[in-house]
């Protein structure tokens, strides 16, 4: 007996979605079954609200390893839940064009940021002539789109600078920062630093962390003088710092939430791999230097969500928000070979996921993508095994061991990106464009088509 393939399966529950999003669906003599009138569907929608979720280094041994400790091999996250699947490339170039194949997240976040590949390091800018290039941000704010950026990183780290920046090096964070970006000072005509930018561009909702490089004063231009957080009041900002005051901002002027003065703190802890290995482990679920007033990635999420949305409701708008939602320390915590604090942090960005999704279900004309801009080093391997580098056994919520190791680097360096692809899924106006194998420039065409951006 024939069985319908996988493919069939997720093409026909799109189908389902974008039926419920009111979509019409045109039959013509000769199409060709449910999938093409799923791909017509999906096609025909445009978006009003897009909200990206980005893993950062969550490639699918991240995913895995999070699936197996948290919900077990058989269970499923919410961000395995996506109608639609598919995996995209993630290199970056050299300056002629050609391909370096590990990436940075400066170079990846660009290439979904503006639909064009950089070299490694830099936030927006093209690869040989160091030219800015427009983002997502800027298109959708200029097409009338509220805007907002939530990361667990700092506000200035490479994943949310794409978007609301250009510079030469992610490094030029705050205005003391800007030592390999001496064209983008404000002295010499430049836009400044990714604070300064970040700011001037008058996002509607910008939360994270990285409050000391806000806390920088501004060396020249308008605001000299004063700090990046005073120059953001200036602009009308409310800033917050904590939970209770991310509850009681308003819609009607725009929001900078500094929660951390660097990262945000992981919300697990546990001991890191090891050379030889570790004793088997349950991880600790909270982290005594996390302050119990930090917001979760979930919280800000939801609160992003709901000021965007009240923001074009007050605003009289037709058009809706592009919204990126950043997990960080996935990545932060497999460059330090820390299990316990990877795994909290994707389940954490998992937790947004479902607040993404669950918006979405009450919004179908809405674009969810979850993706990650490159692949890590975390490997699921025999427990027999002796890896030449550090691993750790972990105890998962099945009550059987696991053991993960890293071994992209020396012991005791910080362990390596690797040049995989990543997957990436999605439901709702445009989603198809995600199946088969695609390039993260693609996604940057797949936003724009989806908000008609122009």
């Known amino acids: 007996m024939h069985r319908p393939g996988r493919r069939h399966v997720t093409l026909a529950t799109a189908l389902a979605a974008a039926t419920a999003a009111a979509v019409v669906v045109t039959t013509t003599a000769g199409a060709s079954g449910p999938e093409e009138q799923a791909r017509n569907a999906i096609k025909s929608g445009k978006a009003k609200n897009v909200i990206l979720l980005i893993g950062d280094g969550m490639g699918d041994s991240e995913i895995t390893l999070a699936r197996d400790y948290t919900v077990g091999a058989n269970g499923r996250l919410n961000m395995d839940k996506f109608p639609l699947t598919g995996a995209y490339t993630t290199y970056a170039v050299h300056a002629d064009g ?13 290439g979904w940021a503006t639909g064009v ?3 490694n390091g830099r936030i927006s800018k093209t690869p040989g ?13 200029k097409n009338g789109y509220a805007t907002g950026s939530v990361t667990t990183a700092e506000l200035t780290d490479a994943t949310p600078a794409v978007l609301a920046s250009h510079a030469t090096d992610r490094s030029c964070q705050g205005p003391a920062d800007m030592a ?21 561009h008058r996002a509607d909702v910008l939360l994270g962390g990285g409050k000391q490089r806000f806390d920088q004063k501004v060396t020249d231009g308008a605001y000299k003088g004063l700090t990046v957080t005073e120059q953001a009041q200036k602009l009308g900002y409310q800033v917050v710092t904590d939970n209770a005051g991310l509850k009681n901002v308003k819609a009607d002027k725009p929001v900078l939430g500094l929660f951390a003065s660097g990262n945000v703190p992981t919300e697990w802890t546990g001991k890191p791999a090891a050379v030889g290995g570790t004793d088997p482990q349950r991880c600790v679920t909270s982290n005594p230097n996390r302050p119990a007033a930090t917001p979760s990635l979930a919280d800000s999420a939801t609160k992003a969500i709901q000021l965007l949305a009240a923001k ?46 669950a918006y979405a279900a009450a919004h179908p004309d809405t674009l969810v993508v979850t993706t990650a801009d490159h692949g890590h080093t975390s490997q699921i391997v025999p427990l027999e095994a002796t890896p030449p580098g550090m691993s750790a056994t972990l105890v998962t ?21 690797t040049g995989t692809q990543v997957r990436i899924a999605a439901q709702g106006p445009q989603a198809y464009r995600v199946l088969g194998v695609t390039n993260q420039t693609d996604l940057f065409t797949t936003i724009r088509e989806a908000l008609r951006l122009r």
Do not use: W
Not at 129 to 141: G, R, S, W
Not at 191 to 199: F, H, L, T
């Open 312 to 357: 074009q409701k007050q605003r009289h708008s037709r058009q809706g928000f592009f919204l990126q939602i950043e997990g960080a320390s996935i990545d932060k915590q497999d460059h330090a070979a820390d299990p316990c604090g990877q795994i909290g942090e994707t389940a954490a960005f998992d937790r947004a996921v479902k607040v993404a999704r």
């Open 98 to 110: 050609t391909p370096d194949y590990v990436t940075d997240s400066a170079a990846s976040g660009s």
């Open 397 to 417: 919520d099945e009550g059987q061991q696991l053991k993960v190791n890293y071994s992209t680097n020396t012991p005791g360096r910080s362990q390596e990106h």
């Open 129 to 141: 002539t160091d030219k800015a290039v427009p983002t997502l941000l800027e298109l959708a704010q």
């Open 180 to 200: 390999k970006c001496p064209s983008d000072t404000i002295a010499r005509g430049g836009p400044g630093s990714i604070a300064e930018q970040s700011v001037n």
């Open 117 to 119: 590949k950089t070299v």
